[in-house]
């Protein structure tokens, strides 16, 4: 079992940054890839970004790419996600999962296992 809790969501104004932090419990952290979702209003959850078990395997939807960074401290058992230049578009729940398929950076819904609860991202204009 792994259980994630996210944190660092909050309201920021456009081309501002956030970092999103999702600290997992349990021994087997390290073995599992991460990946972050987000569902904004009226919309369906899209893949965000994704890390392999050791960090070297990343993706990003095109939306984030070079403005989203995802990283993890295996050590802390945390997964991160860096978001600068945010953009009210941005605004929406996100949630980090957790994917037993620790090779490769898994981008769909239904390669992970576990989930967490959200945290809130408000972009204003």
């Known amino acids: 079992q792994v259980q994630l809790v996210e944190s660092g969501g909050g309201l920021v104004q456009a081309g501002g940054s956030l970092r999103l932090s999702c600290a997992a419990s349990?021994?087997?952290?390290?073995?599992?890839?991460m990946g972050w979702f987000r569902q904004g209003p009226g919309k369906e959850r899209e893949s965000v970004a994704a890390?392999?078990?050791?960090?070297?395997?990343?993706y990003y939807a095109d939306s984030v790419k070079g403005r989203f960074t995802i990283f993890r401290d295996n050590a802390k058992k945390t997964v991160y996600l860096q978001m600068n230049s945010l953009k009210p578009e941005d605004t929406a729940v996100y949630y980090c999962?957790?994917?037993?398929?620790?090779?490769?950076?898994?981008?769909?819904?239904?390669?992970?296992?576990?989930w967490g609860q959200g945290t809130q991202v408000t972009v204003s204009s």
């Open positions: 349990g021994r087997t952290f390290s073995s599992y890839a």
């Open positions: 890390t392999d078990w050791s960090g070297s395997s990343t």
């Open positions: 999962a957790a994917s037993p398929r620790g090779l490769g950076a898994p981008s769909l819904a239904y390669e992970y296992t576990y």
